[in-house]
Each structure stands twice: as structure tokens, then as C-alpha cells.
């Protein structure tokens, strides 16, 4: 038993503008991202201009790994590296290589561009990952989506509770981050985080 490591990235990036479309560039490995859309939870406000947005997301699905974050909070959000020693709790999780590995990540996040975004997910088995499906931007909000999806390796019958960092750099440093999570049973839920 124990937990498998992802690390991932990919670049989304939203032009602006009444005759340009919102368009996305980068690596898309084994799926797509999709354009703002006013009316699907996690869409930017289609009357602001967009802005460019590039994110990281380290993310795990977990047999018996505690995550950092005590507690059941689906959605925290640091912004400085000070908040986020004080967040994170790190000697909670109990496989050395997934400890050290989100440690480097917060390490190399610089704070005065980026936010790290913390988000804990649920499915009904094990094999359970979380991973990014859109994100958009505008001067005021970053709208994040995330969905639990699942592997066939390993699955057992235990409820998980998949978790990810996911930095976030945008070229405008917005009021509110808003999380949509899509967990393993299709159900859907929202967090918005204001921004000091």
C-alpha cells in the first residue's frame, strides 16, 4: 500500500481582446483545457478581460499518507512563504519521497509572483489522483477546476481523500481564487478564497 507521486505542468494562456479568441498553449499531455465559459462552474467572467495564467500542480492519490493540511478543508490558499510554513505541516505525511518532493515544491514557488493552492479531493475507491481541468483568469479572480480521476492500479475498497499543490502565476494579482472540485462520485463543489 501506500501512495503514487505525479508532477505535472502545463501553461494556459488566455488572450484578451473582442476579436481575438481565448486560446491555449503548451504541453497537453492525455487531455485538453478548455476556454472560459460563463456558464460552467470554474469559467472567468466573460466581461472582464482575461489574463495570462501558467500553473504547476504536484498531486498524489494516497492509501494512508496523511496530507499537510490537518483538519478537512478542501481548499486552502497561501500566498507568502511565511504563511505558508506556518500551513503546512509536512511531517504529517509519512512517505519520505512525497514529503521531500512538496517541500522542494513550496521551496521553489517565489511568492512575489505566484500562490500556491492547496485542495483535497475524495473518491469512493483508492487509485484516486487529483488533476487540473481548466483554468482561467481576469484582473479580479483566478477561476480554478479541478477533477478526481481515477487509475485502475492498486484500487482498493477505502474512501480516499486524493490531494495536490497547485501553483498558480498569473500576470495580474487577482482579489479571489475560486476552486471548483469535480469529486470521484461526479459531485461538484465550490470554495472561493479572498486575497488579502
Not at 465559459?37 to 500542480?57: F, H, L, T
Amino acid at each position: 500500500m501506500g501512495g503514487r507521486r505525479i508532477l505535472d505542468r502545463r501553461r494556459l494562456l488566455l488572450l484578451a481582446g473582442a476579436t481575438i479568441p481565448a486560446t491555449t498553449a503548451g504541453c497537453l499531455e492525455g487531455g485538453s483545457l478548455s476556454e472560459p465559459d460563463s456558464n460552467d462552474a470554474g469559467g472567468a467572467d466573460p466581461d472582464r478581460p482575461a489574463v495570462d495564467v501558467e500553473y504547476d500542480i504536484e498531486n498524489e492519490w494516497t492509501y494512508t499518507t496523511a496530507a499537510e493540511v490537518p483538519g478537512d478543508e478542501s481548499v486552502v490558499v497561501v500566498t507568502s512563504r511565511t504563511e505558508a510554513d506556518r500551513t503546512f505541516e509536512f511531517d504529517r505525511i509519512d512517505r519520505a519521497e512525497i514529503r521531500e518532493s512538496r517541500r522542494t515544491f513550496v521551496e521553489r514557488t517565489d511568492f512575489g509572483e505566484s500562490l500556491l493552492c492547496f485542495v483535497r479531493g475524495r473518491g469512493p475507491q483508492t487509485g484516486y489522483y487529483l488533476e487540473v481541468e481548466k483554468v482561467s483568469a481576469d484582473a479580479e479572480r483566478i477561476d480554478l477546476r479541478i477533477v478526481t480521476s481515477h487509475d485502475d492500479a492498486g484500487v482498493g475498497d477505502a474512501v480516499s481523500e486524493p490531494t495536490a499543490l497547485v501553483r498558480l502565476t498569473p500576470t495580474v494579482r487577482p482579489s479571489l481564487v475560486r476552486v471548483t472540485i469535480v469529486d470521484g462520485w461526479d459531485e461538484i463543489s465550490t470554495a472561493e478564497v479572498k486575497l488579502g
